[in-house]
C-alpha cells in the first residue's frame, strides 16, 4: 500500500465522528421538540442548553474534519 492510499483510508476512518454527530443532533433537537411540547412555558431555558449541546456536539465534527485534512495535507 502506497501512501497516498494509507493517507485517503486515514481520513475516510477520521470521518466515522460524524456519524456520532449526526446521531447526537438528532438526540439534542429531538428532546428540544419533546420538552418544549411538554413544557412550553420552559422553551427559553430549555433553547439554551439544546444551542450548546449543538456547539460542543459541532466541535466535535470540526475535529474530525481539522484531523481529516491533517491527515491528507500534511
Known sequence: ??????????????????????IGMGTIFGSLISSVARNPAARDRVFGLAILGFALTEAVALYALVIAFIILFV
Open 1 to 22: 500500500m502506497d501512501v497516498a492510499s494509507a493517507k485517503m483510508l486515514g481520513a475516510g476512518i477520521s470521518m466515522i465522528a460524524l456519524a456520532g454527530v449526526g
